[in-house]
């Protein structure tokens, strides 16, 4: 298998791609192919082989004990009793739980698994130097890279977040974070500023050269590495395998898919499943009051050229997606195109697409996402977070056609304050005392992950502005 660049004809095999994670020309690495995997004989599969099935599709130069052993130490016991992606069933809807990892987000289905394939990609390649991520995170990602790559020899990890862009627990999860090879920043800004500003420094030959200097490389844990979006592809398998396993669909027969969407890598691991054979009819792509994939998939306009909306879903409050790239390419793979559409963007902060987008899109606003999270508890009492609640909603408005998939991508008590809200409860000031009231109110046990957060004090918070970046991680690379 090779990895070729969205924007030219620059292509690299599977290690290096992890290891880059981002092409040179600024494009994303996409798989050169997808070949049909049979589903029958995935039947029997546990999540962990079909994780060995599907790395062993997609990383090609790895042995097959070096991706036993990457799947072996990702999906070990950070994951929680109730299984690694555990499926809840409510009628036509089933909903696919993946956050009982250890951050309790969907992105650490992922980001367990992208360290082990970094340090086996730097074997391979026999890279001497450390690796040095940067990432941006809308709220999520940040604390599954730190968690990820703790203690990880030979790689370091720094972390912006958007100064007022994150939930109190997202952001008491990052500053409590232990590990000597781990840093976090606030940025000014919002996430967008915050993902431009680290993609600005991958394409900065300077800072590239400063960080060589410094016996380092540039990668990055963002879903721009397809060392996060190949594991990604797995759960969908699982998900479908193991409603035909329950009884409640043929081998063959298609499903829906809906999907909280942000950066756009969860909802495209869902099409390249279905490029490898999972029969996928329809694609739902649910965004919050940010909705500007709703309005390019109704359009084909793409226009960011709007004020970001802080939302009670803030993993999605984003304006620039950057997988759809991905996607774009996928529909019509012409790299000229493509770096056409991608400058258009970020000079004029608009652009439109020449046809054939193939996605339903919605949005939920505020109000929707709040009586949704309440419906759904008084209903079926079932607990989601403000992300799922933005799929429920706009599958509702789409009306269920099949045996539709949702994408549960966060625990509720990641989201203590909005959550309780919805349910009729009163915030306080203190994160703590709301997070124990929404156990009371909701009859669910505080996850382990959460009550450890006030076993210390947070570090203090480091802000800085897009200007001092660079100087900024220099610095602590010389201390
Ligand atoms: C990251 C995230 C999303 C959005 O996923 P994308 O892959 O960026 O589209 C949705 N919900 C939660 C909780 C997230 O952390």
Same mark, same amino acid.
């Given at each position: 298998?090779?990895?070729?660049?969205?924007?030219?004809?620059?292509?690299?095999?599977?290690?290096?791609?992890?290891?880059?994670?981002?092409?040179?020309?600024?494009?994303? *690495?996409?798989?050169?192919?997808? +070949?049909? #995997?049979?589903?029958?004989?995935?039947?029997?599969?546990?999540?962990?082989?079909?994780?060995?099935?599907?790395?062993?599709?997609?990383?090609?130069?790895?042995?097959?004990?070096?991706?036993?052993?990457?799947? $072996?130490?990702?999906?070990?016991?950070?994951?929680?009793?109730?299984?690694?992606?555990?499926?809840?069933?409510?009628?036509?809807?089933?909903?696919? +739980?993946?956050?009982?990892?250890?951050?309790?987000?969907?992105? /650490?289905?992922?980001?367990?698994? %992208?360290?082990?394939?970094?340090?086996?990609?730097?074997? &391979?390649?026999?890279?001497?130097?450390?690796?040095? #991520?940067?990432?941006?995170?809308?709220? /999520?990602?940040?604390?599954?890279?730190? +968690?990820? *790559?703790?203690?990880?020899?030979?790689?370091?990890?720094?972390?912006?977040?958007?100064?007022?862009?994150?939930?109190?627990?997202?952001?008491?999860?990052?500053?409590?974070?232990?590990?000597?090879?781990?840093?976090?920043?606030?940025?000014?800004?919002?996430?967008?500023?915050?993902?431009?500003?680290?993609?600005? %420094?991958?394409?900065?030959?300077?800072?590239?050269?400063?960080?060589?200097?410094?016996?380092?490389?540039?990668?990055?844990?963002?879903?721009?590495? !397809?060392?996060?979006?190949?594991?990604?592809?797995?759960?969908?398998?699982?998900?479908?395998? +193991?409603?035909?396993?329950?009884?409640? !669909?043929?081998?063959?027969?298609?499903?829906? &898919?809906?999907?909280?969407?942000?950066?756009?890598?969860?909802?495209?691991?869902?099409?390249?499943?279905?490029?490898?054979?999972?029969? !996928?009819?329809?694609?739902?792509?649910?965004?919050?009051?940010?909705?500007?994939?709703?309005?390019?998939?109704?359009?084909?306009?793409?226009?960011?050229?709007?004020?970001?909306?802080?939302?009670?879903?803030?993993?999605? /409050?984003?304006?620039?997606?950057?997988?759809?790239?991905?996607?774009?390419?996928? %529909?019509?793979?012409?790299?000229?195109?493509?770096?056409?559409?991608?400058?258009? %963007?970020?000079?004029?902060?608009?652009?439109?697409?020449?046809?054939?987008?193939?996605?339903?899109?919605?949005?939920?606003?505020? $109000?929707?996402?709040?009586?949704?999270?309440?419906?759904? *508890?008084?209903?079926?009492?079932?607990?989601?977070?403000?992300?799922?609640?933005?799929?429920?909603?706009? &599958?509702?408005?789409?009306?269920?056609?099949?045996?539709?998939?949702?994408?549960?991508?966060?625990?509720?008590?990641?989201?203590?304050?909005?959550?309780?809200?919805?349910?009729?409860?009163?915030?306080?000031?203190?994160?703590?005392?709301?997070?124990?009231?929404?156990?009371?109110?909701?009859?669910?046990?505080?996850?382990?992950?959460?009550?450890?957060?006030?076993?210390?004090?947070?570090?203090?918070?480091?802000?800085?502005?897009?200007?001092?970046?660079? $100087?900024?991680?220099?610095?602590?690379?010389?201390?």
């Amino acid at each position: 298998m090779r990895y070729k660049s969205t924007r030219s004809g620059h292509n690299v095999s599977p290690a290096q791609a992890v290891l880059q994670g981002i092409s040179p020309d600024g494009g994303l *690495f996409v798989p050169l192919q997808f +070949e049909e #995997i049979a589903l029958k004989e995935l039947i029997h599969d546990d999540y962990k082989a079909l994780a060995r099935h599907m790395f062993s599709l997609f990383f090609t130069d790895f042995s097959e004990e070096a991706i036993a052993g990457v799947v $072996e130490s990702a999906y070990d016991d950070k994951f929680d009793k109730a299984g690694i992606a555990p499926l809840k069933l409510f009628g036509d809807r089933a909903v696919l +739980e993946l956050f009982h990892g250890p951050t309790l987000a969907f992105k /650490d289905m992922a980001l367990s698994v %992208l360290p082990h394939l970094m340090k086996e990609a730097q074997r &391979l390649k026999t890279q001497a130097e450390d690796i040095l #991520i940067l990432t941006a995170t809308s709220g /999520d990602t940040g604390k599954a890279a730190l +968690e990820g *790559f703790k203690d990880v020899p030979g790689t370091r990890v720094i972390v912006f977040y958007p100064m007022d862009g994150v939930s109190s627990v997202q952001e008491r999860q990052m500053l409590t974070q232990q590990g000597d090879n781990l840093k976090v920043f606030a940025l000014k800004g919002n996430f967008d500023d915050a993902q431009t500003a680290v993609k600005n %420094l991958f394409s900065d030959p300077g800072f590239q050269e400063a960080v060589r200097s410094r016996g380092s490389t540039l990668s990055s844990a963002n879903s721009i590495n !397809i060392g996060r979006l190949i594991p990604q592809v797995v759960y969908y398998f699982h998900a479908y395998l +193991e409603l035909v396993r329950q009884g409640k !669909i043929d081998l063959g027969e298609a499903i829906d &898919l809906c999907v909280p969407t942000g950066n756009f890598g969860n909802i495209l691991a869902g099409v390249y499943a279905k490029k490898l054979g999972l029969p !996928i009819t329809r694609f739902i792509c649910a965004s919050n009051q940010n909705h500007v994939l709703t309005d390019f998939f109704t359009s084909g306009v793409y226009d960011a050229r709007r004020e970001l909306l802080r939302t009670s879903s803030p993993s999605m /409050d984003i304006l620039v997606s950057s997988n759809l790239e991905r996607y774009l390419y996928a %529909l019509k793979p012409d790299e000229q195109l493509i770096r056409q559409k991608m400058q258009a %963007l970020k000079t004029e902060g608009v652009f439109t697409w020449p046809g054939g987008l193939d996605m339903i899109a919605g949005f939920a606003d505020e $109000e929707e996402v709040s009586r949704t999270i309440y419906q759904v *508890f008084a209903q079926h009492h079932y607990l989601i977070d403000p992300h799922t609640a933005v799929a429920w909603q706009v &599958l509702d408005k789409n009306k269920p056609e099949r045996m539709t998939l949702i994408i549960s991508t966060a625990s509720a008590f990641k989201f203590p304050e909005q959550v309780l809200q919805a349910l009729g409860g009163t915030p306080t000031e203190d994160t703590r005392e709301n997070i124990e009231q929404l156990a009371r109110v909701s009859g669910t046990p505080v996850p382990h992950p959460i009550k450890d957060l006030w076993e210390r004090e947070p570090f203090q918070r480091q802000v800085v502005d897009a200007e001092a970046m660079q $100087e900024a991680i220099l610095r602590w690379l010389d201390e």
